[in-house]
Antibody, heavy 118, light 111 residues
Framework: QLQLQESGPGLLKPSETLSLTCTVSGGSISSSSYYWGWIRQPPGKGLDWIASIYYTGSTYYNPSLKSRVTISVDTSKNQFSLKLSSVTAADTAVYYC??????????WGQGTLVTVSS | QSALTQPPSASGSPGQSVTISCTGTSSDVGGYNYVSWYQQHPGKAPKLMIYEDSKRPSGVPDRFSGSKSGNTASLTVSGLQAEDEADYYCSSYAGSNIFYVFGTGTKVTVL
């Protein structure tokens, strides 16, 4: 059974860089059928897609976050990662990693809460 | 990019049906056959319930069905059960500039 697990710091100060890693088990991140990526959900609010990546390194980003976001993949570790620079309180959210067949998000990690506070 | 519009809440008694709408534009919902629906219980990750407008993943009960007409997609839950009480979100592919948008979310209450 495919599993995704997010990891990374849960507390950041304003202006710092958020770094999260998603480890995939039970399947290969190098599968030709899937993109992988990140979605976030501020407390009590809805879902926002952040970015997606293919195992070859092909990426695409939410235009509203593109200037601050980098997504990368490490096929040797079966992992992919997210970096979000210059964070503010508005970036406080639960961050989920996902697997993405064409047009949808079918497997999700459990989510990790990242809080930005001074 | 604007979020897709969903009603904030919907409700029904056990055994009844509830339908949730998801309204977008011809640039997202109406332009592609890539509307998905997700169920989210409190404190849990979203779970895929419908993809490609009306297809059900393996393991999702056939009480859940999806449809689309023009720029509005709908999720119907038939034979409501207590465990169906959750938040529901739609999403749609929105082309190669915006890529993906989500709905505003609907809280379904089983009375």
């Amino acid at each position: 059974q495919l599993q995704l697990q997010e990891s990374g710091p849960g507390l950041l100060k304003p202006s710092e860089t958020l770094s999260l890693t998603c480890t995939v088990s039970g399947g290969s991140i190098s599968s030709s059928s899937y993109y992988w990526g990140w979605i976030r959900q501020p407390p009590g609010k809805g879902l926002d897609w952040i970015a997606s990546i293919y195992y070859t390194g092909s990426t695409y980003y939410n235009p509203s976050l593109k200037s601050r976001v980098t997504i990368s993949v490490d096929t040797s570790k079966n992992q992919f990662s997210l970096k979000l620079s210059s964070v503010t309180a508005a970036d406080t959210a639960v961050y989920y990693c996902f697997r993405q067949p064409l047009g949808t998000f079918d497997y999700w990690g459990q989510g990790t809460l990242v809080t930005v506070s001074s | 990019q604007s979020a897709l519009t969903q009603p904030p809440s919907a409700s029904g008694s056990p055994g009844q049906s509830v339908t949730i709408s998801c309204t977008g534009t011809s640039s997202d919902v109406g332009g592609y056959n890539y509307v998905s629906w997700y169920q989210q219980h409190p404190g849990k990750a979203p779970k895929l319930m419908i993809y490609e407008d009306s297809k059900r993943p393996s393991g999702v009960p056939d009480r859940f069905s999806g449809s689309k007409s023009g720029n509005t997609a709908s999720l119907t839950v038939s034979g409501l059960q207590a465990e169906d009480e959750a938040d529901y979100y739609c999403s749609s592919y929105a082309g190669s500039n915006i890529f993906y948008v989500f709905g505003t979310g609907t809280k379904v209450t089983v009375l």
